[in-house]
C-alpha cells in the first residue's frame, strides 16, 4: 500500500525534460504561428510583400500565407509568381472558391483566358450559390467571346445577388450598341424586381415605349418609380409622355375612349387617390385644409350615376387657388366644349366659385364660366366653350373662386358637382 499522501508514481527526471521540451515546442510554433499571422495581417491591410513573404516562411503550410503573397506579387505586376502562390494555396486548401477566383483572375490578367475560365468553372463548383463565382466566370465568358453561356452565368448571379443585375443590363447595353432586343436576350428578366429594373435603366436612355413595356411587366411592383416618373415628366412639360405612362394604371378604354379630348372619372364615381400625380383628378391636401374645404364622394347626392362631388365650404381661403384639378390631354389650335352639373346649398361669400380651364403648360387662363349660384340651387347645367393655342397639348380644369373685392374674403355653404364632359367642336 502507497504511504497516504505521497503519489503512488514519481515522475522520473527524463520524462519531465521530456514534458518541458514539449511545452517549449509548442510555445514556439504557437508563437510562430501568431507571428505569421500578424504579418499576414499587416501584409493583407499594407500590401506589404516583404511582410507576406516573411509569413510565408513563418508558416509555410497555411494557405492564407501563400494567398495574401500571390495578391502581392499581382499588385506588383509579377503575375507568373503570383499564380504560383495562388496554386500552393490551393493545393493547401483545395475547396476554397475565393483562392480558385484569385486564380482565375490572376490567369486572365497573365494573358491566359482558358486557363483563367477553367479556374472560375471550379470556384461555381464549389460554391454554386453565391453570386461572385459566376458573375467572375460570367464576365470571363464575355471577354473571351463566349458570349451567350456567358450571360447565362450573369444571370445565374444577378439572380443570387439582384444588386448586379444593373450591371448586367448595362454590359448588354455596350455590347450591343443600345440595342433593346438584344438586352432583353442577354437579361431574360423573369420576376416583377427585373422588369423594374430594366424599366428604370431604359427611362434613364430615354427609352419611352421601353420603359413602359417594362412597367406594364413589373404590375405593382413598379408603382412608387411610375409615379415618380409620372411627376418628372409633368414637371418636364412632356404631357402626352407623362400620359403615356400614367395610362398604365389607368387604361383609355375604361374611359371610354382615346385620350384626347377625353376626362378621367369624369362623373365622380370612384375612390381615388387626388395626390396621385397624372391624369386623374387632383387636390393638394394641405391646400385644401388652408382653404378650409372638406372634398368626399356623395353617393346619397348623384345627379347621374353612383354619386357626386360634395365640396363644404368652411371659412376664408385664397379664391384664385384651386382646390380640385384634372389635366387633360388636348389638341392645338381647337375648340372644346365642356359642360358639367352642380348644385349649392346655404353659399355665402364675396367670392363665388367657378370651373376655369387653363393651358397646363404655361398656365394661361382659356376660359371661365359663370359664378356658380347661390345660395341655394337644385342641379344645373352649365358649360364652357374655349380655344386652344397654337401650341396646347394639354390643358387644366380647375374649381377655384371669383375674385373677390375685399380681403380676407371667406365662403361658407356646400357645393356638389358632376356629370363632366368634354367635347371637340
Not at 346655404?346 to 345660395?375: R, Y
Amino acid at each position: 500500500m502507497p504511504t497516504p499522501g505521497k503519489l503512488p508514481h514519481a515522475v522520473s527526471p527524463a520524462v519531465s525534460v521530456c514534458l518541458l521540451l514539449l511545452f517549449l515546442f509548442l510555445i514556439y510554433h504557437s508563437a510562430r504561428a501568431g507571428f505569421a499571422s500578424l504579418l499576414y495581417t499587416y501584409a493583407a491591410t499594407s500590401n506589404e510583400q516583404a511582410a507576406a513573404k516573411a509569413a510565408v516562411r513563418l508558416s509555410p503550410g497555411d494557405p492564407e500565407a501563400h494567398y495574401l503573397l500571390g495578391a502581392t506579387f499581382e499588385a506588383a505586376g509579377d503575375l507568373p509568381a503570383a499564380d504560383a502562390e495562388y496554386v500552393e494555396a490551393i493545393v493547401r486548401r483545395p475547396d476554397d472558391y475565393v483562392l480558385w477566383l484569385a486564380l482565375a483572375r490572376g490567369r486572365e490578367l497573365n494573358g491566359q483566358p482558358l486557363m483563367a475560365i477553367t479556374a472560375a468553372r471550379e470556384a461555381t463548383k464549389l460554391a454554386p450559390y453565391y453570386a461572385q463565382p459566376h458573375w467572375q466566370l460570367g464576365n470571363m465568358l464575355v471577354r473571351a467571346g463566349q458570349v451567350e453561356e456567358g450571360f447565362a452565368e450573369l444571370r445565374v448571379a444577378a439572380g443570387a445577388n439582384p444588386t448586379l443585375l444593373p450591371a448586367g443590363i448595362d454590359l448588354a447595353w455596350q455590347l450591343s450598341g443600345g440595342k433593346v432586343p438584344y438586352v432583353m436576350q442577354a437579361v431574360q428578366p423573369s420576376s416583377p424586381a427585373a422588369y423594374l429594373t430594366l424599366a428604370e435603366y431604359f427611362e434613364k436612355h430615354d427609352q419611352l415605349s421601353d420603359t413602359i413595356a417594362m412597367l406594364r411587366a413589373a404590375g405593382s411592383a413598379a408603382d412608387d418609380f411610375r409615379r415618380r416618373y409620372i411627376a418628372e415628366l409633368l414637371t418636364a412639360k412632356r404631357f402626352g409622355d407623362a400620359y403615356a405612362v400614367w395610362s398604365i394604371g389607368h387604361p383609355p378604354a375604361d374611359q371610354g375612349g382615346t385620350a384626347s379630348a377625353i376626362m378621367s372619372d369624369p362623373g365622380f364615381e370612384q375612390e381615388s387617390d387626388l395626390d396621385e400625380p397624372g391624369f386623374g383628378w387632383r387636390a393638394d391636401a394641405t391646400v385644401t385644409k388652408a382653404q378650409g374645404a372638406v372634398l368626399s364622394l356623395d353617393p346619397s347626392n348623384a345627379q347621374a350615376g353612383k354619386s357626386s362631388l360634395r365640396i363644404e365650404f368652411r371659412g376664408d381661403s385664397d379664391p384664385l387657388a384651386p382646390l380640385i384639378t384634372q389635366l387633360v390631354i388636348a389638341t392645338p389650335n381647337t375648340h372644346y366644349h365642356l359642360k358639367f352639373v352642380a348644385r349649392t346649398e346655404e353659399i355665402v361669400s364675396g367670392g363665388l366659385p367657378l370651373i376655369a380651364v387653363t393651358d397646363a403648360a404655361g398656365n394661361v387662363p382659356l376660359g371661365t364660366t359663370q359664378p356658380l349660384p347661390h345660395p341655394n340651387s337644385n342641379w344645373q347645367n352649365f358649360d364652357l366653350d374655349f380655344q386652344t393655342g397654337p401650341a396646347t397639348n394639354a390643358i387644366q380644369i380647375g374649381l377655384r373662386r371669383e375674385s373677390c373685392s375685399k380681403s380676407p374674403c371667406p365662403i361658407f355653404g356646400l357645393l356638389w358637382l358632376d356629370s363632366f364632359s368634354l367635347q371637340k367642336l
